[in-house]
């Protein structure tokens, strides 16, 4: 069975563009994959954090992975900073990288840009989280497009690693969304949601209220046309509606234009608001049971344990492959 990582930052809440671009996929993937589902942590302190309101954002994020469905005796779910070998093999990779081709990441440019006060680790970040897939020999990793760039370089790091040392990596592929690959805000179309956005009606997140969502939606900025059809470059709003029901019911752009044929805005907003809402409301419950929760601790220590067996043969791998510590007799 192939197996399948991805990584979330427990940084804010989750969006409704995180989700569809994200945590849908992983309930998918985790009937046919062997998937190792990781919060990391690490990452998220490449920008300044309150430790409280972290761990507080750990907590809920893992309990978010499970209320979307995900099976804690089908994948294994973990918090980063729990498995050391992550750490240690992310500086393995950043002494294989190159100061070059780590500047030229568009996150890091964006992030950097007029701070010289910037940190280090968003600079070296790339090859912590080429550490977190390489470890687990990682078959396909599903993300958005926006990190089709980061999943590039994993690869030639791989590459450039077993070339140099060893054949330890398994070269991992990319898995966008068949819908809903980007998001945008409902504010402003032609941007992605963001959940640092500042303008809260443009983003929906996991965690808001029903009503608040249904609000935000019917508020969308759309067109004056009045025809719902799906056309990204002269109806971005309306597009970007169409494309949100498409992903959490299953229904193609094509079937939703027809349903919407002899519809108004207001009927096709109101519509995507109940089919946004019907889709949310069964996670939301099942995220209040879990929070405060001994299932979600439980699940969170077995996960790290499972995770370390994993990741602790290919991090032996790559000390031995670079020559590191005493070779054990």
Known sequence: MKRIFSGVQPTGTVTLGNYIGAFKQFVELQYDYDCVFCIVDQHAITMPQ????????IKSLAALYLAAGIDPDKATLFVQ?????????????????SIGELERMTQYKDKSAGNAAVSAGLLTYPPLMAADILLY?????????????????????????????????????????QNGARIMALQDPNKKMSKSDPNKKSTITLLDDLKTIEKKIKSAVTDSEGIVRFDKENKPGISNLLTIEAALTDQSIKSLEAKYADAGYGEFKASVAKAVTDHLKPIQERYNELINSEELDRVLDEGAENASKIANKTLKKMENAMGLGRKKR
Do not use: Y
Request: glycine share 4%; charged share 30%.
């Open 50 to 57: 309150d430790r409280l309101e972290l761990r507080k954002s």
């Open 81 to 97: 900073s729990e498995v050391p070998a992550h750490a240690q093999a992310g500086w393995m990779l950043t002494c294989t990288a």
């Open 137 to 177: 020999q990682t078959d396909i990793v599903p993300v958005g497009d926006d990190q089709k760039q980061h999943i590039e370089l994993t690869r030639d790091l791989a590459e450039r690693f077993n070339k140099r040392h060893n054949d330890v990596f398994t070269l991992p592929d990319i898995r966008l969304p």
